[in-house]
């Protein structure tokens, strides 16, 4: 008998308390996305379920502005519904590992132009509430997303995701478009030693840098003086700024890499072979600092969370040391061959060779320096 209302008590409590848990959390996201600032979002991890507030460009979707005007309305809305939800569950997915989570609700709406709350012509973002549940907690929770728009600032998306006490901020791109969520920090080293990696030696400026230090002179001491500047350099206002103790905006320390470029090349064409190894590494050190911040740049777009930022900032370190090896050993190879190639090849690959490498650094790093001040330029002219 006992057991009987107890059980019929406990029915009760999920029948009761249930919906109104759902309730509460899906109005705290509907007042959080009246204030969700453009391309951010927040998830919140509650048991087997997901809930997700995002602000998505409306260019992001196909056939739902009607008029063309880069707005939606709640007349286009409506009419559209049916298609945006379709859209928004095809382009924002969630995962356990690979099992993609059932998508339980999706709730797209619009608010007057941001920038005028008496304006009835509709709004650039798309505010979406969503909800994806799973058979049982997720333990390696992964998002999927592809809805960035078409102009030049709505190439991103932020993201706050919570579980319990755990926090954790991401960034992604048409380039990155999938995360996973709360990994372990050996997990996190791994990749962002691969991501480091990856931006050294796809790094055309930082690679054509390394290059005008490493032609000026031969030698292991001045090889090894020069990196080791470089390395300690850009390693201390990468963790500077990682850690917000220094914060440049990248639109100041674009340029300025250019124009270290240019700097280390005509510093070359000046100074031959006659290279004074202690001043050389002091000049590499301070252009080591603005490459440095342009690699937190870097870093600040893939994401790093509080929790993870130590493993990541170690990973990525290290990641960009040995592109860096790489680089030098591929120059190396290089050298080696050249020598064997002959007495001719031999002195050309230090004479002749080295200027015009010098040249060539100072002629695309003068063409990188007016396009960024350009860029930077533009960016400062547009509206936020």
Not at 32 to 45: E, K
Not at 129 to 137: G, N, Q, R
Not at 303 to 330: D, K
Not at 356 to 379: C, D, E, H, N, P
């Amino acid at each position: 008998m006992i057991a009987g209302r107890r059980r019929h008590l406990l029915r009760l409590v999920r029948r009761v308390v249930g919906p109104i848990a759902l309730g509460g959390t899906l109005l705290a996201s509907s007042a959080l996305a009246h204030m969700m600032p453009a391309q951010q979002g927040t998830l919140n991890l509650l048991g087997p379920s997901v809930f997700a507030a995002l602000s998505l460009p409306v260019s992001a979707f196909r056939g739902v502005d009607d008029n063309g005007d880069g707005r939606l309305s709640q007349v286009e809305l409506t009419a559209h519904l049916v298609a945006l939800q379709a859209q928004l569950g095809r382009r924002v997915r969630f995962f356990n590992a690979t099992r993609e989570g059932r998508l339980d609700l999706v709730m797209p709406m619009v608010e007057p132009d941001e920038r005028d709350s008496t304006s009835l012509a509709g709004s650039t973002h798309v505010l979406v509430l969503m909800k994806s549940t799973f058979d049982a907690a997720p333990e390696a929770l992964r998002m999927e997303a592809d809805a960035f728009g078409t102009a030049a600032n709505e190439r991103q998306l932020t993201l706050k995701a919570t579980r319990g006490p755990d926090a954790e901020a991401i960034v992604l791109t048409p380039a990155r478009r999938t995360h996973r969520f709360f990994r372990g920090p050996w997990e996190v080293l791994g990749d962002y030693t691969r991501l480091g990696v990856t931006h050294i030696l796809g790094g055309t400026d930082h690679l054509l840098f390394l290059l005008t230090i490493i032609v000026a002179a031969a030698g292991w001491r001045y090889w090894l003086g020069v990196l080791t500047s470089f390395t300690v350099a850009h390693s201390l206002t990468l963790s500077l700024s990682l850690l917000g103790i220094v914060r440049v905006p990248a639109a100041t320390v674009e340029p300025l890499i250019a124009a270290s470029i240019v700097l280390m090349a005509l510093l070359n064409l000046r100074e031959g072979h006659a290279v004074v190894r202690w001043r050389r590494m002091a000049v590499v050190f301070a252009c080591g600092l603005l490459h440095g911040l342009g690699f937190a740049s870097a870093l600040s777009d893939m994401g790093v969370s509080g929790r993870t930022r130590f493993a990541s900032l170690v990973g990525f370190n290290v990641g960009i040391e040995l592109g860096q090896a790489v680089f030098l050993g591929a120059l190396l190879v290089i050298g080696v061959v050249a020598r064997s190639a002959g007495p001719g090849w031999w002195t050309r690959s230090q004479t002749v060779w080295p200027r015009a490498m010098s040249w060539t650094a100072a002629g695309l790093g003068t063409i990188w320096f007016v396009q960024r001040m350009a860029l930077s330029a533009a960016a400062s002219g547009v509206p936020r």
